[in-house]
């Protein structure tokens, strides 16, 4: 049966990844967000955004231990600053791949 | 003649098309040796989830069992439990319609959607959902029939991309609502940093997407609708 193990968590995980996608427009139907809640919702796009970017930054090692990606840091550090000088986005992708590919490359 | 013009999801997500196709791709390219060329097209489309996929496919690679990997993959898309309801009230319909439309949701679209002020944009929403699909299975259909010939992302930074795409959403965020954003930004990537030491893959992010709940601690962040 170890032929079919990759099929078994396609369908496992496609389905639990439609539960988790759905338990929350689910069960929530018509209602609103109760407004003792909302600033947390506000502030949800922060964390989520900052987690994202944060977890770019890392490799994970299989004994526990943190290894930065200094490619990927040096991209977006290039990109802050970009974004700190109010640069239109297509230069802040721009700057932040040229940013990584020079690294890589002299590395 | 009326004139046509592009949804405004498919507009705002271009930027990330590419990088989604070529992430979509290296899964492909990745998964073929294993799965063949069949699964990981199916996989995508019923994932629908970079991230999940790549861990759910770690872990097989390293020959992990399934339990372990479906769990690497589930708990990586454990953040969109979170998004769910917070795009839930945008969505229309009944509970069923609004399950189905939920599933549109990525980081990407998630992100794209947000108005900044704890409302999203159904039609971005769906499109750049949508959007963000067709790019990922079209990488993934890519990167399975050309195998070894498809370029490598990591050679020409493509992988940066998303990151710095998320990034510049931050910044605006930030920008707009400052002192409680920046405090729960900082909160975000300590428990990420923390969470990457202590947890298995893919946990991180959704964990750390919770330090939101830090608002609700704050005074009313500035841009509130009461």
């Not at chain 1, 900052?50 to 990606?69: E, F, I, N, Q, Y």
């Not at chain 1, 490619?71 to 977006?76: E, K, R």
């Not at chain 2, 004139?3 to 098309?17: D, I, K, M, N, T």
């Amino acid at each position: 049966m170890t032929a079919e193990k990759w099929w078994v968590v396609i369908v496992v995980l496609g389905i639990a990844t439609f539960g988790i996608k759905a338990a929350g427009p689910f069960l929530m139907g018509e209602r609103d967000i109760p407004s003792r809640l909302r600033p947390a919702v506000l502030l949800l796009p922060t964390a989520l955004m900052t987690a994202l970017v944060t977890v770019a930054m890392l490799r994970p090692t299989p004994s526990g231990s943190l290894r930065v990606d200094a490619a990927q840091c040096v991209g977006l550090a290039t990109a802050a600053l970009a974004l700190l000088l109010r640069l239109p986005l297509i230069f802040v992708l721009a700057a932040a791949v040229s940013a990584t590919v020079t690294f890589r490359l002299i590395t | 003649m009326r004139e046509y013009r592009l949804p405004q999801g498919v507009v705002v997500a271009a930027p990330v098309l590419l990088p989604t196709a070529a992430l979509g791709a290296a899964f492909g390219v990745l998964a073929e040796p294993l799965m063949g060329s069949t699964a990981p097209i199916v996989m995508s489309c019923l994932v629908f989830g970079g991230s999940a996929q790549f861990a759910a496919l770690g872990v097989l690679t390293a020959g992990g069992g399934v339990t372990a990997a479906a769990l690497a993959g589930a708990l990586t898309n454990m953040r969109f439990l979170v998004t769910g309801f917070a795009v839930a009230p945008c969505l229309r319909g009944g509970r069923v319609r609004r399950a189905l439309e939920g599933q549109a949701v990525v980081d990407t679209s998630f992100a794209l959607a947000g108005r900044g002020d704890g409302t999203f944009d159904r039609g971005l929403l769906l499109w750049s959902g949508a959007t963000q699909f067709a790019a990922w299975v079209s990488g993934t259909v890519a990167g399975v029939a050309l195998a070894s010939r498809v370029p490598d992302p990591y050679a020409w930074g493509l992988d940066v991309v998303m990151p710095a795409f998320f990034l510049t959403l931050l910044v605006s965020e930030l920008r707009r609502h400052w002192v409680p954003a920046v405090t729960v930004a900082m909160f975000a990537a300590g428990i990420a940093v923390l969470a990457t030491l202590t947890l298995p893959a893919g946990a991180p992010v959704g964990v750390a997407a919770l330090a939101c709940l830090l608002g609700l601690t704050m005074n009313r962040p500035r841009d509130e609708t009461p």
